[in-house]
């Protein structure tokens, strides 16, 4: 059992705090017993760590393969909803800015000569109306340009994907020939010699 | 070491993006290593293999959710963790992973049909971990062998620090029991 003020084991692993530490250190240093204690587990360690490490048997690693790539129909779905969400973000920014706009420019009302209110409701709703319009139609144009620009790119998708598949098919047929070619070699090498065993 | 911090959280950045070059490179830094770790948990070369290679898989699917690449090693050395355990679960249905005894690594060379003196120790090092408890035995390989802070090791097998700490400490004073007589025949 030890005599250290803190469990040496906690002090041979440095998980003391530096107080502690110090004090174990001071006590290490004057008693026989904790030191021939830390020399155990220094032994007990030196012991374990004999055991080599090996070396891995084979390397690994991965390689780029499209197949883990997201598909055509994905990266076209992704940048349309990314673009949405754009469109949306931007959409809010604007009416934003033409409310504080709109409440800025606003004419003041007039002491004593009050304007009348329903030219006032006219002009706001007139206003409404128009930043509508004009909202509607940047989004309809957004809209289509994106519609537009997902249509090409599953179009060079597929295309590429059919290109692909015929470069697949010519490089196996030619795999089968050269192998039906191999085949055929070697039935013929190994014809004359079973002729030979069997006399 | 700082500087080989910041290389890994470059790494694991780019591979974030897709760069699979730059995992490679990370895997060729941490393989050896979990490679060994699972080879003395497991004590099987072809299952260590297969699971390190699992283990470098899934980290990579599931590298958007490291929250702080500072932390790949022990984050790495759970997936690890999980990998081994779920085998041991696989091959022994009713959860007895305590009970697991892993097989001998074969290899240690002989001279003339004899252990020469630094096999013995070896030798006797391998018994020893395989008489503790698999908790234990794996403790005692994260922090001897690994490296690691206790806060890390609690981390990587999901048991509080004390926990850690009173199985690494009980494993030592059974492999100081164990070895003692290879010490005292002056193997080391």
């Known amino acids: ?199 | 070491m700082i500087l080989r911090a910041v290389e890994d959280a470059d790494l694991i950045r780019k591979a974030r993006r897709g760069d699979v070059e730059a995992y490679n490179l990370l895997i060729s830094r941490w393989e050896r290593r979990v490679y060994n770790y699972l080879l003395r948990i497991v004590a099987n070369r072809e299952d260590a293999l297969d699971l390190s290679q699992d283990v470098f898989l899934k980290a990579y699917q599931n590298l958007r959710k490291l929250d702080d690449p500072a932390r790949f090693a022990s984050w790495l050395f759970r997936i690890a963790h999980n990998e081994a355990y779920s085998l041991f679960r696989k091959r022994r249905p009713e959860g007895e992973t305590e009970e697991i005894q892993p097989e001998t690594l074969e290899g240690a060379p002989t001279v003339g049909g004899n252990a020469v003196f630094p096999i013995e120790l070896t030798l006797a090092v391998s018994g020893a971990l395989r008489k503790l408890t698999a908790d234990q035995r794996e403790t005692v390989i994260l922090k001897i062998y690994q490296g690691f802070k206790f806060e890390e090791i609690a981390e990587i097998v999901s048991a509080p620090v004390s926990t850690v700490k009173s199985r690494l400490y009980t494993a030592l004073d059974l492999l100081k029991l164990e070895l003692a007589p290879v010490k005292a025949r002056g193997a080391i």
């Open chain 1, 1 to 199: 059992m030890s005599c250290s003020p803190f469990d040496l084991r906690d002090y041979y692993f440095k998980d003391l705090a530096e107080n502690e530490r110090r004090l174990t250190e001071v006590h290490v240093k004057t008693c026989a017993q904790c030191r021939e204690e830390l020399d155990r587990l220094r032994g007990t360690e030196a012991a374990l760590l004999t055991l080599p490490d090996e070396e891995i048997p084979q390397r690994i690693g991965f390689v780029s393969d499209p197949v883990f790539q997201a598909s055509a129909f994905r990266r076209g779905w992704d940048a349309l909803w990314g673009s949405a969400a754009r469109l949306g973000f931007a959409s809010a920014a604007m009416l934003s800015v033409a409310l504080i706009t709109f409440a800025l420019i606003r004419p003041a009302s007039q002491s004593g000569a009050p304007a009348p209110a329903i030219d006032r409701a006219a002009l706001e709703a007139d206003f409404s109306r128009r930043l509508n319009d004009a909202v509607q139609r940047a989004v309809a144009q957004s809209e289509a340009r994106q519609s537009s620009r997902t249509q090409e790119l599953l179009a060079t998708a597929e295309k590429r994907q059919e290109l692909d598949i015929q470069a697949m098919r010519i490089r196996f047929n030619e795999y089968v020939e050269v192998e039906k070619k191999r085949q055929n070699l070697l039935l013929q090498a190994s014809n004359p010699s079973e002729g030979g065993d069997a006399r």
